[in-house]
């Protein structure tokens, strides 16, 4: 008897599967649903840090804080997990409407080709055959108004033939779109991951070492202050590349763009230095070079942009290396490169503030729309592949983001840099905006070091 009443609960418990499957639909919603109740999970857990660093600081607030950094941080996987998720279904959906637009794109070329065999058909009938044959003047003008029937069809016929084959170049391109955000929101899941190791690693060994005394964790925080002298013997990275430069080089460099911009030194480091974790794809193509069939840089957006850059400049094309496309573990490719310079901007984005401006069918450098040049009071046209002018478009962009100084408007502005306007409130993006702030107030604290020492 017993045994029975188990199996009868696990048939119940079974029954709603078999009677009941989710839905596309559905599964769309839950997971809507659920990446919403993730986002509130953040909300609170990033409430609880700021309130926690309101706190003097002490042995129990700092590991309260590296606890809950590491939930926020868990939360953030599980967010950009189902984000991922969304975002396989957006892909899927876009495939089946390519497929669909591509059908419809093969029946209207046969539908044309049909209309241009019948219009060249009565082409060749002249009109003195026409005359000269035994049909009378109303079949005559039948045959008129046929024919002007079928020059309309085929006027129509391209037109929808056009149109077609713009909606496909279209969720192609949205699709492209798509697909590298999803790679990118991988190699953050990674990124995140080793966030959350350094963070337990860093949580055990105060434990290890202070054995929960308060004056031993001072000592230990004490002995891991950075001195002025390590600060400037300490190396900056950026993204073109391998290049590094002395820390106090990128100060003096990030303080310069900030004084003419009004946005913070700090922030603007701390936007490097956090895009310098993204850089595995940079610096090591050139404009020719040919990625899983299709040219590394796109070919309408930035590469016409890019022959400008490099004639205004004087510098060959052809051999300044620029950065890679994303290619998945199997060899197949996501998205575009082509990002320029030190800090890795693209020649359509540099074009905003280089005074590079699209005139015709061409582009073509004009001084007083070089934001760059007027601010570092430049000689030459802005250069990205100079570390002062990328600097400058750095903390430009940041500003028309709305950076201002406060932690609200330069945390939306890191996320804006990052994610677009569009993606910057998304839950899964908000660590960067996180990140970026606790590097910024780390930063902050090293410049003034550095200037007292």
Not at 428 to 449: C, H, P, S, W
Request: glycine share 8%; net charge negative.
């Amino acid at each position: 008897m017993r045994t029975g009443t188990v199996f009868f609960m696990f048939i119940l418990l079974l029954a709603p599967v078999f009677l009941h499957a989710e839905t596309d639909e559905e599964r769309k919603k839950r997971i809507e649903g659920m990446l919403m109740q993730v986002e509130k999970q953040i909300f609170q857990s990033k409430i609880l840090v700021e309130n926690k660093q309101q706190e003097r600081q002490s042995l129990e607030r700092d590991l309260d804080i590296i606890d809950e950094e590491i939930n926020k941080a868990q939360l953030g996987i599980q967010a950009r997990s189902l984000a991922i998720e969304q975002l396989n279904d957006q892909i899927g959906d876009k495939e089946e409407v390519i497929i669909i637009l591509i059908s419809r794109l093969e029946k209207q070329r046969k539908s044309l080709a049909e209309l241009i065999r019948q219009t060249q058909a009565v082409d060749d009938y002249s009109l003195v055959e026409v005359m000269l044959s035994n049909q009378n003047f109303s079949e005559f003008f039948t045959d008129v108004e046929s024919f002007r029937a079928v020059k309309q069809s085929l006027t129509d016929s391209l037109e929808i033939l056009t149109e077609i084959k713009n909606d496909t170049h279209m969720q192609k391109m949205t699709l492209e779109e798509k697909q590298v955000s999803e790679a990118r929101l991988k190699e953050l899941q990674e990124l995140e991951k080793k966030e959350i190791q350094i963070k337990e690693a860093q949580k055990a060994n105060i434990l290890d070492v202070t054995k929960g005394e308060e004056a031993i964790y001072k000592e230990l925080l004490d002995s891991q202050q950075k001195t002025a002298s390590q600060l400037r013997n300490q190396l900056f990275q950026l993204l073109g590349g391998s290049t590094a430069i002395q820390f106090t080089e990128a100060v003096q460099l990030a303080q310069f763009a900030g004084s003419k911009t009004g946005v913070s030194p700090a922030l603007i480091l701390a936007i490097l230095e956090q895009e310098s974790n993204f850089g595995n794809h940079i610096g090591s193509c050139l404009v020719g070079d040919i990625r899983a069939g299709k040219s590394v840089m796109h070919p309408d957006r930035d590469a016409p942009v890019f022959m400008a850059i490099a004639e205004v400049l004087g510098f060959d094309a052809a051999t300044q290396k620029v950065s890679c496309p994303i290619l998945r573990a199997d060899g197949s490719r996501i998205g575009w490169g082509g990002a320029m310079g030190p800090l890795q901007f693209i020649p359509s984005t540099w074009a905003i503030y280089g005074g590079i401006v699209k005139n015709g069918a061409g582009y073509t450098y004009i001084q007083s729309n070089d934001a760059i040049r007027s601010l570092t009071g430049g000689s030459a046209p802005a250069n990205p592949f100079n570390k002062q002018d990328a600097f400058m478009a750095s903390a430009l962009l940041l500003r028309d983001n709305g950076a201002s100084g406060s932690f609200t408007a330069d945390r939306l502005a890191a996320l804006r840099y990052y994610a677009g306007w569009g993606g910057a409130l998304r839950v899964e993006n908000q660590f960067y905006g996180d990140q970026v702030m606790t590097r910024k107030a780390r930063l902050e604290n090293e410049i003034k070091i550095l200037q007292a020492g």
